[in-house]
C-alpha cells in the first residue's frame, strides 16, 4: 500500500504562486512515477505533470502544455515528497489538485487510469 496526502492549495490573485507538496508512505519503492492531475467542476480530470525516476538514469519529467513554463514539478527523495511549484497562475487553474502514484511508466504518463494510488486532493482557486 501507499499513501499519499496533499497538501499546499489555497486561494491566490491571478499572476500569483502556490506550492503543492505530495507527502507519500507506505510501499514507496514500489512505485516509480508520480503525477499531478486536476478537475476543474463540470470537467473530467486532467495531466498537470508528471516524474519518472529510476537509478540507472535521471528523472524524466513532463508537463501538460497548459502549464509548461509556469509550473515545475520536483522531489525530495529524502523526504518521500513530490512538490509541484506553480507560479504565474491563471483563473483557469482553478480546480482540485491530486498526486497519483504508479509502477514505472515510459509510457502513458498522462493517462489517470494508469496510476493506481492517488490523495485525496487540495483545492486551488485562482481568482481574476
Known amino acids: 500500500q501507499v499513501q499519499l496526502v496533499e497538501s499546499g492549495g489555497g486561494l491566490v490573485q491571478a499572476g500569483g504562486s502556490l506550492r503543492l507538496s505530495c507527502a507519500t508512505s507506505?510501499?514507496?519503492?514500489?512505485?516509480?512515477?508520480m503525477g499531478w492531475f486536476r478537475q476543474a467542476p463540470g470537467k473530467e480530470r486532467e495531466f498537470v505533470a508528471a516524474i519518472t525516476w529510476s537509478t540507472w538514469s535521471a528523472d524524466s519529467i513532463y508537463y501538460a502544455d497548459s502549464v509548461k513554463g509556469r509550473f515545475t514539478l520536483s522531489r525530495d527523495n529524502a523526504k518521500n515528497t513530490v512538490y509541484l511549484q506553480m507560479n504565474s497562475l491563471k483563473p483557469e487553474d482553478t480546480a482540485v489538485y491530486y498526486c497519483a502514484a504508479a509502477p514505472y511508466l515510459t509510457t502513458g504518463r498522462g493517462d489517470p487510469k494508469l496510476y493506481d494510488y492517488w490523495g485525496q486532493g487540495t483545492q486551488v482557486t485562482v481568482s481574476s
Open positions: 507506505g510501499r514507496t519503492f514500489s512505485r516509480r512515477t
